[in-house]
């Protein structure tokens, strides 16, 4: 990893504050510091926190649309609570995704969710904190493509189109 200079000299000085603030840790960011004063390039990345790449725009629409989806499914069983075919039909509850597979986009509606407390009605519903153990990926696209048909987050879902976009799967 190369950096600038002036990076450098950022980091240098976030390292001297932090050996302030953090006294338990000043060995560790003195030694940061002299890394990066030394130029010791094979080192920097010890001394720099890890950063995820940066998510898709895709994925981030992705994700919001799908949260979507469970919104609308969601408002049609407040609105129907006596239609249990909706309601326990295997796909009418928001499961998350694949914790191994798919961890960009359960780390995304994590804290959308939960850090940001956005999409509550979906909150009290993460079994498992969101991972569904399975990838579910495809299964969300469908449904997605099913609902924009209908209009998307301006429409109000008949049964048989809630139906249609829980099973996507079998379309």
Sequence with gaps: MELSDAERLILINQYRILAILDPKEKDYYEQGCEAMEEGYLQLYEEFLPHLEKPLSEEAYHLVLDILDVYRSIDLYKRSHPDDTEVATHRHATFVGFD???ETEYLALTRFIIKDMGRYDEQASLGADDFNSHWPMIQQ???MVEIWKSYGGPAAKL????VMLVLGADSK
């Design 158 to 161: 008949s049964k048989e189109q």
């Design 140 to 142: 969300y696209q469908d």
């Design 99 to 101: 914790g191994n597979n």
